[in-house]
């Protein structure tokens, strides 16, 4: 069964963000919260989400800013802004900025919820989608991946792995990342499970003198770069 989508809300205010958060969590969805501009940055680093909540007027970094450098680092997600402004012009502005939707403050959880769903269908997995980084092709209905025209045999966590490098290319993904997107768990002390796929994957990937495309970035995670 596939997870369930998570979604980062990004608002000052405390009483909108908790709002938000338990009729979210109350309908499924896996929440993380963040009350700045740079918290929520780092949070989209840490937790992947798959949609974003952005209110447009946050301290120091901006929602307009933050929805500019998401965009910027290449991340598909879907964002939703809030506003207070009911100008047009403003809208366009952040619509142009990369937003998906907007939704003008104060507004109904239902209609959040609405555009939220209607969102994440936009995003989901469009039928015959096929990832691409280097010489490395994923199909990922096919749940087939090939690399110079050679077709790689992988078991489902070797897939699963995979595609999250490949939904995230020349991003270094920390371990406790990966491990909660491919294994949905928290590791707990000295466990090498992340590092024996890893090097399962790359003996498939570098067969036939293949050049490494998964990398180890120290102290951080790993990254999928050239």
Known sequence: ???APRILVVDDDQKIRTVVRRGLAYEGYRVVEAATGEEGLEKAREHLPDLVVLDVMLPGID???VCRRLRASGDELAIL???ARDEVRD????????????????????????????LLRRRATPA????????LELDVDARE???GGRVIELTTTEFNLLLLFMRHPRKVLTRDVIMEHV?????EGESNVLEVYVRYLRSKLEA???SRLIHTVRGAGYVLKE
């Not at 015959?128 to 010489?135: K, Q, V, Y």
């Not at 294994?183 to 590791?187: E, G, Q, R, T």
């Open 63 to 65: 929602g307009l800013e």
């Open 208 to 210: 036939d003198n293949g």
């Open 1 to 3: 069964m596939s997870e």
């Open 81 to 83: 802004m809030l506003t």
């Open 91 to 118: 809208r366009v502005v952040g619509l142009e900025t990369g937003a998906d939707d907007y939704l003008v403050k104060p507004f109904s959880f239902e209609e959040l919820l609405a555009r939220v769903r209607a």
């Open 183 to 187: 294994w949905s768990y928290d590791f």
């Open 145 to 147: 991946a090939r690399r």
């Open 128 to 135: 015959g989608e096929i990832l691409r980084f280097a010489d």
